[in-house]
């Protein structure tokens, strides 16, 4: 199964300081969100979700593009091994939802 989606709640938003790997392609930007709980206790210094559907609301950004295949490990490299990237249910505010990538914290 071929991902298109990226969710995304930190430094990959538009205007955050590593939206470039982003912006380097087409897609569409859209509000979105997905269910989980932030996690406070870690020594990142960036934002950090564990994802569970009977969660909080966890409000970002939904970005899609064809090419997601072509960056999508850099994207990885990026995130670290702090993160791991996993397909999740996502929302869009328009009612509809589809399988998106997310990065969460390993638990």
Request: proline share 2%; hydrophobic share 30%.
């Amino acid at each position: 199964m071929t991902i298109n989606y990226l969710f995304v709640y930190g430094t990959l938003k538009p205007g955050s300081e590593a939206h470039y790997y982003l912006a380097r392609m087409h897609g569409i930007w859209s509000d979105a969100y997905c269910y989980g709980n932030w996690v406070k206790d870690t020594n990142i210094g960036y934002p950090v979700i564990s994802l569970d559907d009977s969660g909080k609301k966890i409000k970002g950004k939904l970005f899609f593009s064809k090419q997601l295949k072509n960056v999508i490990c850099q994207v990885d490299k990026y995130e670290g091994s702090k993160y791991k990237r996993v397909v999740t249910t996502v929302y869009l505010d328009n009612g509809s939802s589809v399988k998106s990538y997310v990065y969460e914290t390993y638990r």
